[in-house]
């Protein structure tokens, strides 16, 4: 926390003293002399072009120590939907919620329950689509797992094996069971075509998801896992139930007044939020 405090406390030092710098002239141009932006000397220049890399490398080095910026709760981000990303509920639902999980996360573990009876609170409403977040390396195969089984139709059903086996009862992972051999045991257990499977386990696509589902989730905001975004409106962490359902509810009246006002259903999601939505988190230091 002292670190973090000092080089806020430097970034505005140095930011106050550009800002003067660009004001008056340098020294031995005549103390408490002035001049405008087009007036300033050389040698002020090349003292203010040197104080503004050091700022940039504060910079730099604060937003390293304070970490990525949480995404703004009151805000609606731009979470599109990939091809591969595996979608269950109606395809048309009115209300889209982006989960982003790992397998070898236990709090993930606990959302794909919330997120069931969500589903089941909201069956013609509600729609979720799946990007993985690999923040263990032992959870690769078992996402590339639920994009191979996706191609087949299977994905629920692989997310359930590997839910249902990789968690022992007493809340323990059970490492052996998310390995590629498991993956191809779950797979033969669910009638999959396995020649198909395991090239698709290895392919450049499901490879692919897997940055590109990073890629898009970090931009918004998500460094960790589980998190939601309902409709572009970011939850990170474990959320409860009741708390899910109300902001469904509340998402689901805003949908259908735009809805009403003349948008297709099925475009609602791309028209209101992807392509309105904010498409980054602001950075600690960006400006409008």
Known sequence: MFRTSALVGLVAMAVAASACNKDTKADGAGAGATTTGAELPKDAESRLARLEKRVDKVIEVLEKALGSPDPDPNAVYSVPIDPSDPI?????????????????????LKANQIVEDLRKAFPDDVRVVTKYLVVHPPAVPSGL???AANKQGKFTEMKNAIWQNAWGPDG??????LSP?????????????MDRFKKDMSGEECQGWLQKSQDTLHAVGQSGTPGFYINGRALGGLVPLDAMKQIVGEELEKANKVIAGGVAQKDFYKVAVVDKGEKKVKGWFEVD
């Open 181 to 193: 051999e498991a993956m191809e045991i779950f797979a033969g257990q669910l009638g999959l075509d």
């Open 145 to 147: 797992a639920v994009c």
């Open 88 to 108: 269950e509920g109606p395809v048309d639902a009115t209300v889209t919620v982006v989960e982003g999980f790992e397998f070898a996360c236990p709090y993930c």
């Open 172 to 177: 323990r992972i059970i490492q052996p069971q």
